[in-house]
Nanobody, 115 residues
Framework: QVQLVESGGGLVQPGGSLRLSCAASGNVFNINVMAWYRQAPGKQRELVAAVTRSGSTNYADSVKGRFTISRDNAKNTVYLQMSSLKPEDTAVYYC?????????WGQGTQVTVSS
C-alpha cells in the first residue's frame, strides 16, 4: 500500500505561481514514476507531468516551459512548480504513482487561476 498526500493548492491570479507537493508513505521502495494529473470540471483527467526515480521527466504540451516537476527521493516527495498560470490551468490536481499492478491517487488539491 502507498499513501499520497498533496498540499499547496489555492487561488492565484493569472500569471502567478504555485508549488504543489505530494508526500508518499507506505511501500515506497518500489515506486519508480511519480506523476501529477489534473481534472477540470466536465473534462477527463489528464497527465500534467511525470518524473522517474532517476529524474527523467515528461510534460503535457500545454504546460511545457511553465511547469517543472521534481522529486526528493530521500523525502519520498514530488513537487510541481507552476508558473505563468492561466485560467485554463484551473483544476483539481492529483498525485499518482503505480506500484506493481496497483495504482494510487492522492485526495487532490484545488488550483484556481482567476483574477
Amino acid at each position: 500500500q502507498v499513501q499520497l498526500v498533496e498540499s499547496g493548492g489555492g487561488l492565484v491570479q493569472p500569471g502567478g505561481s504555485l508549488r504543489l507537493s505530494c508526500a508518499a508513505s507506505g511501500n515506497v521502495f518500489n515506486i519508480n514514476v511519480m506523476a501529477w494529473y489534473r481534472q477540470a470540471p466536465g473534462k477527463q483527467r489528464e497527465l500534467v507531468a511525470a518524473v522517474t526515480r532517476s529524474g527523467s521527466t515528461n510534460y503535457a504540451d500545454s504546460v511545457k516551459g511553465r511547469f517543472t516537476i521534481s522529486r526528493d527521493n530521500a523525502k519520498n516527495t514530488v513537487y510541481l512548480q507552476m508558473s505563468s498560470l492561466k485560467p485554463e490551468d484551473t483544476a483539481v490536481y492529483y498525485c499518482n504513482t503505480n506500484v506493481r499492478l496497483s495504482t494510487y491517487w492522492g485526495q487532490g488539491t484545488q488550483v484556481t487561476v482567476s483574477s
